[in-house]
């Protein structure tokens, strides 16, 4: 038998500080004896003082209010009345990465600033995908950095997949062409691509991706099929101000949620699930390969709730 953590313990202890000060913040408001417009301006505050943003907490208390308003609340009913306010906020986002690309290869190009985790999230997301059976190849598409391509190179031979590389200050673009071609040689299922991530000229990043597209456009029109912007949940609301830039900059079309390991910024996951609608693909709680899963909306509101 194995004493390894199984994903639901390694959520709640991803979680642990984001659900610790939702229920401590619950804890205080649960005094009076029925939900009424003084308790329930007390829940709306403890759900934007946990990051669940003003536009998700206001819903909620919406919610709450049409539900239960005048009635009796234990503690236990008013974080179960969270955690399902909190799935219906989260189910419709929640869509996994899905192989379904034909020509094959599917392309991901992965974006997000630096030190967001972009490159070991492409092992994890390369990981998931091997698990299903799929053959996946990386593209070192961010030629900016040499660390970036040493550290995507480490990766590929860790996990065996293969990579096409150029040199530091290389070519984005010209790596990516030759990628594709190799991967439809192949008939490889997955192509994955790193991307710069220097934020500081947007421009320039504008222009390098635009030129990407355009090469992958010249092979297959469809590509890329999916623009995945990874994000550090420890950021808490710098990370939703990625979204807007990103979503100009790169025409993102899903997201994946990173380093929710201990943080107490967890509820970002909420408010970018409220304010930008945008899929959440996946979200990971550590740094080995097996810590990133498909986001599973309703586990992850149990967790942020406090419920077991």
Not at 36 to 51: F, K, M, Q
Not at 64 to 89: D, N, P, Y
Not at 182 to 203: E, F, H, Y
Request: no cysteine; hydrophobic share 45%; glycine share 8%.
């Amino acid at each position: 038998m194995s004493d390894k953590p199984s994903w639901t313990e390694r959520l709640f202890g991803g979680f642990r500080k984001t659900s610790e000060k939702l229920t401590s913040n619950l804890t205080e408001v649960v005094g009076t004896a029925k939900l009424d417009d003084a308790t329930l301006d007390d829940v709306e505050d403890a759900l934007i003082l946990s990051d669940l943003g003003p536009s998700a907490a206001a819903r909620i208390r919406e919610r709450l209010r049409e539900k239960r308003f005048g009635l009796e609340i234990s503690e236990a009913e008013l974080k179960e009345a969270v955690a399902e306010e909190i799935a219906a906020i989260l189910r419709p986002v929640a869509k996994p990465l899905e192989i379904t690309a034909f020509p094959r290869p599917q392309v991901l190009l992965v974006i997000g600033v630096n030190g967001s985790g972009k490159t070991t999230t492409i092992a994890k997301l390369a990981h998931l995908f091997q698990e299903d059976d799929y053959a996946v190849m990386l593209a070192a598409g961010d030629t900016f950095r040499a660390a970036a391509i040493g550290q995507l190179q480490t990766w590929a031979d860790r996990i065996d997949v293969p990579i096409v590389r150029g040199p530091e200050g290389g070519d984005p673009a010209s790596i990516v062409f030759d990628a594709v071609k190799q991967a439809t040689d192949i008939g490889t299922d997955v192509l994955i691509v790193d991307t710069a991530g220097r934020l500081q000229n947007k421009r320039e990043l504008m222009d390098e991706l635009a030129k990407i597209r355009k090469v992958l456009g010249r092979l297959n029109p469809e590509a890329p099929h999916d623009v995945v912007l990874v994000l550090d949940a420890t950021n808490g609301q710098n990370a939703l101000s990625q979204i807007d830039v990103f979503k100009e900059v790169a025409g993102v079309t899903g997201l994946v949620m990173t380093k929710l390991d201990g943080t107490a910024r967890g509820g970002v996951l909420v408010q970018a699930a409220e304010q930008y609608g945008l899929p959440i693909h996946a979200i990971g709680v550590g740094e080995k390969i097996d810590d990133l899963r498909p986001f599973d909306p309703d586990l992850v509101a149990r967790v942020i709730a406090g419920m077991a």
